[in-house]
C-alpha cells in the first residue's frame, strides 16, 4: 500500500464498518470530515483526538503537539491536556529523546496544557520512530446544541493560507536541498512558519461568531480538507485556486520541485472555516490580525470542482497520499 493516509474509500470500506458499539454518551463519532470524538459528561463535554508524526524529524514534538490540539480545537473545543506515546528505534539517543520532549513541552507552554502521560519505549519493531499525541478537551453543550447544518452558498474560509506545515518541514529537515537555488531570507521563512502551526486563536474567534463547520488541514492540503467536508455533507463545492494564499516561501519551493502540488501539500496551521453568506468571521479575524481567504462555497450540484488559475474547471479527486511523501521519497533517492 502507499505510504500516507488510507483514502476516502479505503476508510470506509475497511475502516469504518468496524469501530465496534456505539455509545450514547459518544455525540460526534468517528466519520470522515470528523477531526475529533466528542463525549457528553453531564456539565461538559469531552473532545479527543489522537495523530501520529511522521513525516518530519526535526521538530517532531513540537508538531506532534500543536496536530493534535488542532484538531480539538476545530471541534469546538479547548485543550487542556496531551498524552504521549513514543515508540523509538533502536538509534534513538537520550539526546534524540530529549529534543521530543523539549519541543512538545515548548508547544504546551504555548498552549497552556499539560502532558499528562505516556509511554516511551525503544523497540526493534520500527524501523523509523513513531510519535504518537493524544489531545483531550473541553467544549461547551451550547455550541453542540447551536451547530447549524450546512447550506447551499455557505462559504468557505481558509486562514493564513496552504501548505503550511509542509513548507516549515521542507525547509527545517532539508534546508540544504534549497541552498543556492532559493534566497536565505526565504528559507528562514520558510523555517519560521513552524510558529504558524496553532490555530487557537482563529479557531476560538471562529466559533464565537458563527462558524457552522471547522477542519485542520492537514495531509492532503487545503483539496484534501475541503473535500473531507464535503464527503460529509449532500452538496457540492466550487472552490477558486486564484483565491488560495501561498507564502513566498513556500512558492520558493516549486524551484526545486516543479511538479510539487502546493494544495495537496500538508498544511496543519491552516484552517478551514464554513460560515453562512455574509458572515462576520473575516472581519473579527482580519481585527485579531489573522489573515483570512474566502476560497470557495457549497452548492447544490453535488459536484467538487477546482476553478483553476489558468481558467480550467476540474474535479476534486478524492485525496491520495500527501505531496510530502513523494518529495521526502525523492530526496531519499539522492
Given at each position: 500500500m502507499k505510504t500516507g493516509k488510507l483514502t476516502i474509500e479505503q476508510l470506509k470500506k475497511i475502516v469504518f464498518p468496524y469501530i465496534g458499539v456505539r455509545r450514547p454518551e459518544v455525540l460526534v463519532h468517528a466519520a470522515i470530515g470528523e477531526d475529533s470524538a466528542v463525549i457528553d459528561f453531564n456539565d461538559q463535554l469531552c473532545v479527543i483526538s489522537t495523530d501520529p508524526i511522521t513525516g518530519a524529524s526535526k521538530d517532531n514534538g513540537y508538531l506532534g503537539v500543536h496536530v493534535a490540539c488542532n484538531d480539538v480545537i476545530a471541534s469546538g473545543g479547548k485543550p487542556l491536556g496531551i498524552l504521549i506515546t513514543l515508540l523509538l528505534k533502536e538509534e534513538t539517543t537520550e539526546e534524540d529523546i530529549r529534543r521530543i520532549i523539549e519541543g512538545a513541552n515548548k508547544a504546551c507552554e504555548e498552549l497552556g496544557i499539560e502532558i499528562m502521560g505516556g509511554h516511551t519505549e525503544i523497540t526493534?519493531?520500527?524501523k523509523e520512530?513513531?510519535?504518537?499525541?493524544t489531545a483531550l478537551g473541553t467544549k461547551e453543550k451550547k455550541y453542540?446544541?447551536?451547530?447549524v447544518a450546512i447550506e447551499d452558498g455557505d462559504e468557505i474560509i481558509l486562514t493564513k493560507g496552504g501548505a503550511i506545515e509542509g513548507t516549515s518541514i521542507l525547509y527545517n529537515d532539508f534546508a540544504d536541498v534549497f541552498e543556492n537555488v532559493v534566497d536565505k531570507q526565504l528559507i528562514k521563512d520558510g523555517q519560521d512558519m513552524l510558529n504558524w502551526l496553532s490555530i487557537f486563536k482563529e479557531g476560538?474567534?471562529?466559533?464565537?461568531?458563527?462558524?457552522?463547520?471547522?477542519?485542520?488541514?492537514?495531509?492532503?492540503?487545503?483539496?484534501g480538507g475541503v473535500y473531507e467536508i464535503a464527503d460529509n455533507t449532500n452538496l457540492g463545492i466550487e472552490i477558486f485556486e486564484k483565491e488560495i494564499y501561498f507564502h513566498p516561501a513556500t512558492l520558493a519551493l516549486l524551484k526545486v520541485f516543479p511538479d510539487l502540488e502546493l494544495l495537496r501539500l500538508i498544511s496543519s496551521g491552516s484552517l478551514l472555516i464554513v460560515g453562512k453568506k455574509n458572515n462576520d468571521i473575516k472581519a473579527m479575524l482580519k481585527k485579531a490580525g489573522i489573515k483570512s481567504f474566502s476560497i470557495g462555497r457549497f452548492t447544490k450540484d453535488k459536484s467538487r470542482l477546482l476553478h483553476t488559475t489558468n481558467g480550467e474547471v476540474i474535479d476534486i479527486a478524492d485525496p491520495k497520499s500527501d505531496e510530502l511523501w513523494s518529495i521526502i521519497d525523492k530526496l531519499k533517492e539522492r
Open positions: 526493534s519493531s520500527v520512530s513513531i510519535l504518537s499525541f453542540l446544541e447551536n451547530q476560538n474567534i471562529a466559533l464565537e461568531n458563527g462558524a457552522k463547520v471547522m477542519h485542520d488541514v492537514t495531509e492532503g492540503g487545503v483539496l
